[in-house]
C-alpha cells in the first residue's frame, strides 16, 4: 500500500477508535519495516545515486515529487519515515515507529555500516531507475544522507517564509491522539518531540541560540524551521556545488514546463519525451496565500529572515519584536548562491 494511501486509511478511521488504530498501525508498520531491513537478499545496488527533495516543510516539496514520479526512470518515495526509521531510530522525528530519543539535524556520524546496510535493503531502486525520496525535514540531514548514499543530487525547493511560516502554524494547530502516548501534533510529532529536538540541537549548532528558548507560538516556531533549513542547506552548497539544484515554488508555478526540465536535466535524469512533460507540467497550479502576513519575531531572527525573503525575491517581510537586539549574524554564508 503507498504511504498516501496509508494516511488515508488512518484519517477514515472513526474517532472513537482512532487512537488505538493509529497506535497498532505504527507498530504494525514499523514491524514489518524492520523485518524487511533485516532479513532477506541484498539487492544489488545500482549505479545510479539517489536525488533528494528537500526543503522545510509547507515549500511544495509535494507537488515537486509528485512531478518527479511522473518519470519513467524513477522510483519515488514519499515520506518513507517508517523507513527511514528502520535504516536508524533517530530519523524517527515525530517519534511515530520508534521510541528512541529522535534528531531532527544529522551528520555523517550517523550514517554507521549497518545504516548504510539498512538503506541498501529498504531505499534500492529497481534495475534501471533512480530513486527520488522526499522527506522535507532532510535539508537538516545533508551530511547523513551524503554519507549514507555518497554521490546524491539534492533538490531543494524555497517558497516565500510568509507562507511556509503560516501553513504550518495552521497544521500545528491540531493533533491526533494515540493510544498509550502522549498527543501527536500533526506538526511537532508526539508530545511535541521535533520542537524540542529542533530547538535543542539548532541551538547547539549557532542557530539563535539567545533567541529560541523564547519562541512560543507555532508561527514563531515555524519560522524557526525554515530559517535552519535555509542556512543548513547553504552551509552545504559549496561542497555539494552542481549536486545542488535548486528552485523557487514560484518559478515551478509561473513557468512549470521550463522549471521542471531544467530540474529534472540538472538532477541527472534523461529528460523524457513532451508528451510527459505537458502532462507534468498541467498538475502544476497556483497555490493558495490568503495568509496572515503580519509576523513578528525576536531582532536576529527578523533580520535574517527579511535578509532571505530579499534574496530569493520574495515579498514579505517580519517585524522585529520591541526592545530586541539586531546583530549581523552572517546568515547568508555563502551570498552568492540561490536562484
Request: hydrophobic residues 40%; charged residues 25%.
Amino acid at each position: 500500500m503507498k504511504p498516501a494511501h496509508r494516511k488515508a486509511l488512518i484519517a477514515a478511521i472513526p474517532d472513537g477508535v482512532s487512537p488505538l488504530a493509529r497506535a497498532l498501525y505504527y507498530t504494525f508498520h514499523s514491524t514489518e519495516m524492520k523485518l524487511r531491513a533485516n532479513i532477506g537478499p541484498t539487492p544489488q545496488a545500482e549505479g545510479t545515486a539517489p536525488v533528494f527533495i528537500i526543503g522545510c516543510g509547507r515549500s511544495g516539496t509535494s507537488i515537486l515529487g509528485e512531478l518527479f514520479a511522473m518519470h519513467p526512470q524513477v522510483e519515488y518515495l514519499y515520506e518513507p519515515n517508517a523507513r527511514w526509521a528502520a535504516v536508524h531510530p533517530v530519523t524517527d522525528y515525530l517519534r511515530q515507529y520508534s521510541r528512541d530519543a529522535p534528531h531532527c539535524l544529522l551528520g555523517a556520524q550517523f550514517a554507521t555500516n549497518l545504516a548504510k546496510y539498512r538503506f541498501q535493503r529498504l531505499m534500492s531502486p529497481h534495475r534501471g531507475r533512480t530513486l527520488v525520496e522526499k522527506t522535507p525535514i532532510n535539508a537538516l540531514r545533508i551530511g547523513f544522507l551524503d554519507a549514507i548514499a555518497p554521490g546524491s543530487r539534492f533538490v531543494h525547493i524555497v517558497r516565500d517564509g510568509i507562507h511556509v511560516t503560516r501553513s504550518i502554524e495552521q497544521i500545528a494547530a491540531a493533533s491526533r491522539g494515540v493510544a498509550f502516548r502522549p498527543p501527536l501534533n500533526n506538526w511537532w510529532g508526539v508530545g511535541n518531540v521535533k520542537w524540542a529536538a529542533l530547538a535543542q540541537e539548532g541551538a547547539a549548532a549557532g542557530y539563535y541560540a539567545r533567541e529560541v528558548s523564547g519562541l512560543a507560538t507555532d508561527a514563531e516556531r515555524g519560522a524557526y524551521e525554515w530559517l535552519v533549513s535555509l542556512r543548513e542547506v547553504d552551509r552545504w552548497r559549496a561542497r555539494l556545488g552542481t549536486r545542488l539544484i535548486e528552485l523557487r515554488l514560484d518559478d515551478l508555478i509561473d513557468d512549470p514546463r521550463g522549471t521542471l526540465a531544467s530540474v529534472i536535466t540538472a538532477a541527472g535524469l534523461t529528460r523524457a519525451d513532451e508528451k510527459w512533460l505537458d502532462q507534468a507540467a498541467k498538475k502544476v497550479h497556483p497555490m493558495k496565500n490568503n495568509y496572515d502576513p503580519d509576523l513578528v519575531l525576536p531582532g536576529q531572527m527578523c533580520a535574517d529572515f527579511n535578509e532571505w525573503q530579499e534574496h530569493y525575491r520574495f515579498e514579505g517581510r517580519a517585524s522585529a519584536l520591541e526592545d530586541s537586539p539586531v546583530r549581523r549574524s552572517g546568515a547568508l554564508l555563502h551570498g552568492r548562491g540561490g536562484v
